[in-house]
Nanobody, 125 residues
Framework: QVQLVESGGGSVQAGGSLLLSCKASIYTDSRYCMGWFRQVPGKEREGVAAIRTFAGATNYADSVKGRFTISQDYSKKTVYLRMNSLKPEDTAMYYC??????????????????WGQGTQVTVSS
């Protein structure tokens, strides 16, 4: 059974930084793609960043390129999302996800089979 547990959300002022963590039980399998998504009530879930387990290839949404960094520490079975230069529009519930797919990308959420419970990020102006 795949388990994903996020942590690290919170409230921060615009321009600040946060580090999200996701501990994932799938870090024994190099076929997985790990992704971060976010969702605001009433809006569709948006892909933020993805990373291939072990190999480390990454993919980012245009809205976060240059500000967010996804990384992994497979010895700790954890994927991270470092968020810098946060903006009020980054406010959302952030979810960690895992799935088996040939191309590791957050263009769509459907290929991700496993989801964490979410962690709230609030950015005030």
């Amino acid at each position: 059974q795949v388990q994903l547990v996020e942590s690290g959300g919170g409230s921060v002022q615009a321009g600040g930084s946060l580090l999200l963590s996701c501990k994932a039980s799938i870090y024994t399998d190099s076929r997985y793609c790990m992704g971060w998504f976010r969702q605001v009530p009433g809006k569709e879930r948006e892909g933020v960043a993805a990373i291939r387990t072990f190999a480390g290839a990454t993919n980012y949404a245009d809205s976060v390129k240059g500000r967010f960094t996804i990384s992994q520490d497979y010895s700790k079975k954890t994927v991270y999302l470092r968020m810098n230069s946060l903006k009020p529009e980054d406010t959302a519930m952030y979810y960690c996800a895992a799935g088996l797919m040939p191309t590791c990308t957050v263009v769509a959420s459907a290929p991700f089979n496993y989801w964490g419970q979410g962690t709230q990020v609030t950015v005030s102006s």
